[in-house]
């Protein structure tokens, strides 16, 4: 099985967390691509959807499905999104796809977060994949500065200018033993927005595609 299909897999069995006549928080990335195709078999049965970017916006009105402002509502019952990497706490990194400010938001909104991936994102320790940290442009290279007190080898993301109009610094090699520490921590640096640690908000149910079906961790 590829991993492409693993991430299917895992984005079809999503579906059974959609309830009938409720607005759908949509995430971003291939993983939710994947879910946005078998959302689209529902359409008829969901009042819309609330998107984290502007690709997942495009592919859910492409497919006719309704997309909702947030500010539009007062509760959101289910979050549907990947993730770059997810430890046995539920606890994520994300922001691969430099959607991780709207994600957080609409996850902050979400009573259930379900988190769809295929196996290798599953890790002991968070932080072999670089993490994502979107900027305000004037500040970048403070941050990175910042960054690097912190023993992170910050990397400006090239040619990536993100939904808000902002900049993206991957921070690799941090040691990331706590995940909950480690969001605030970057979150009091002036100039950043969003840092892509999902700790203070983790998935409340993890759908994990592998080459023996799709398992539940709850
Ligand atoms: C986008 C994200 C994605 O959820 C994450 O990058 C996983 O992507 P994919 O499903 O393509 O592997 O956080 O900002």
Same mark, same amino acid.
């Given at each position: 099985?590829?991993?492409?299909?693993?991430?299917?897999?895992?984005?079809?069995?999503?579906?059974?967390?959609?309830?009938?006549?409720?607005?759908?928080?949509?995430?971003?990335?291939?993983?939710?691509?994947?879910?946005?195709?078998?959302?689209?078999?529902?359409?008829?049965?969901?009042?819309?959807?609330?998107?984290?970017?502007?690709?997942?916006?495009?592919?859910?009105?492409?497919?006719?499905?309704?997309?909702?402002?947030?500010?539009? *509502?007062?509760?959101?019952?289910?979050? @549907?999104?990947? &993730?770059?990497?997810?430890?046995? $706490?539920?606890?994520? #990194?994300? =922001?691969?796809?430099?959607?991780?400010?709207?994600?957080?938001?609409?996850?902050?909104?979400?009573?259930?977060?379900?988190?769809?991936?295929?196996?290798?994102?599953?890790?002991?320790?968070?932080?072999?994949?670089?993490?994502?940290?979107?900027?305000?442009?004037?500040?970048?290279?403070?941050?990175?500065?910042?960054?690097?007190?912190?023993?992170?080898?910050?990397?400006?993301?090239?040619?990536?200018?993100?939904?808000?109009?902002?900049?993206? *610094?991957?921070?690799?090699?941090?040691? @990331?033993?706590? &995940?909950?520490?480690?969001?605030? $921590?970057?979150?009091? #640096?002036? =100039?950043?927005?969003?840092?892509?640690?999902?700790?203070?908000?983790?998935?409340?149910?993890?759908?994990?595609?592998?080459?023996?079906?799709?398992?539940?961790?709850?």
């Amino acid at each position: 099985m590829t991993q492409d299909e693993m991430k299917r897999d895992a984005a079809w069995a999503a579906l059974e967390f959609v309830s009938e006549d409720s607005i759908v928080g949509v995430g971003t990335g291939s993983t939710v691509n994947h879910f946005i195709d078998a959302l689209a078999t529902i359409k008829h049965t969901l009042r819309g959807a609330v998107s984290s970017s502007e690709q997942s916006t495009a592919k859910l009105k492409q497919l006719g499905i309704e997309v909702l402002d947030l500010n539009e *509502i007062s509760e959101l019952s289910v979050y @549907i999104d990947g &993730a770059d990497e997810i430890n046995d $706490q539920k606890q994520m #990194i994300k =922001g691969g796809g430099a959607a991780l400010t709207r994600e957080k938001i609409v996850a902050a909104v979400a009573k259930t977060f379900v988190c769809i991936v295929d196996s290798t994102k599953q890790v002991n320790v968070l932080g072999k994949f670089p993490l994502p940290i979107e900027v305000i442009p004037m500040a970048s290279s403070y941050v990175s500065r910042e960054l690097q007190k912190l023993g992170a080898t910050p990397v400006l993301r090239q040619g990536v200018v993100t939904d808000n109009g902002n900049l993206i *610094i991957d921070a690799h090699d941090l040691q @990331i033993a706590d &995940a909950l520490a480690l969001e605030q $921590q970057l979150n009091n #640096i002036v =100039g950043v927005v969003t840092n892509g640690l999902f700790a203070r908000r983790p998935a409340d149910i993890v759908l994990v595609g592998s080459s023996n079906g799709t398992s539940i961790l709850k």
